[in-house]
C-alpha cells in the first residue's frame, strides 16, 4: 500500500500568512493539535502544533534558557505550580500571540511523503511521534496528509473494496462451475 491510498484530502487550506488568531481559532474548532501549512500557492511550508503554541502561553520565566523542552531551544521546568498563574494573565499572553503570522510560528523542518510513498514509511513517522505526516507532490504542493485515523479509516475502506472484489470474483467462479455442471 502507499500513501495516496490513506491519505486524508486537505480541506481548509491554512497559510503562512494568515494570523495566529485563525489558526488558534481552527485548532479549536476541528480538535485539532497539529496542522499542515502552505504558501499562497499550496507549496508546503510546515506543520503549527499546539505543543509548538503553548510556549507562548506560558510565563517568560519558564521559558528562558537552556537546550530541549519545546520547540526553539526552551526549557520547560517539571513543577511550577509556585506561580499561581490568572486566566487574566495567560489570556494577556494569548492576546500578544493573536496578530503574529503563521509563518513565524510553524515547524518547517518536518518529514513528508508523497503519494507514492510505501504506507509503511509514513507508519514509522508517525510511531516516531510526528502524528500527521503531509503528503505532497513532486512541486511541493500539499495534497493531503496522513495521520493515525486517517489510516484507519484508509484501512477500512481498503478491506472493504478488496472483500468486494474476492466476493465478485468468487460469485463468478461460481456462476461459470455450475454453468459447466449444467452442460
Do not use: W
Not at 59 to 73: D, F, N, R
Not at 123 to 144: S, T
Not at 154 to 161: D, K, V
Amino acid at each position: 500500500m502507499d500513501c495516496k491510498t490513506v491519505m486524508a484530502p486537505i480541506k481548509t487550506c491554512l497559510y503562512t500568512d494568515e494570523s495566529a488568531s485563525s489558526v488558534i481559532a481552527f485548532m479549536v474548532e476541528k480538535h485539532m493539535g497539529l496542522v499542515p501549512v502552505t504558501e499562497r500557492d499550496g507549496t508546503f511550508a510546515g506543520l503549527i502544533s499546539g505543543d509548538g503554541l503553548m510556549k507562548y502561553l506560558l510565563p517568560s520565566s519558564l521559558t528562558s534558557m537552556g537546550s530541549g523542552g519545546l520547540l526553539g531551544g526552551f526549557k520547560i521546568h517539571k513543577s511550577a505550580s509556585y506561580l499561581n498563574e490568572t486566566a487574566t494573565e495567560m489570556h494577556e499572553r494569548l492576546e500578544m500571540l493573536q496578530d503574529r503570522p503563521i509563518g513565524e510560528l510553524l515547524d518547517r523542518h518536518v518529514k513528508v511523503a508523497h503519494p507514492d510513498t510505501p504506507l509503511i514509511d509514513a507508519l514509522m513517522m508517525i510511531k516516531d511521534k510526528q502524528y500527521v505526516v503531509p503528503v505532497i507532490d513532486e512541486n511541493n504542493k500539499l495534497v493531503g496528509a496522513i495521520s493515525f485515523f486517517s489510516v484507519l479509516y484508509g484501512l477500512g475502506e481498503e478491506h472493504s473494496r478488496e472483500t468486494a472484489e474476492q466476493k465478485r470474483l468468487d460469485g463468478r467462479a461460481k456462476r461459470e462451475l455450475e454453468k459447466e455442471d449444467s452442460q
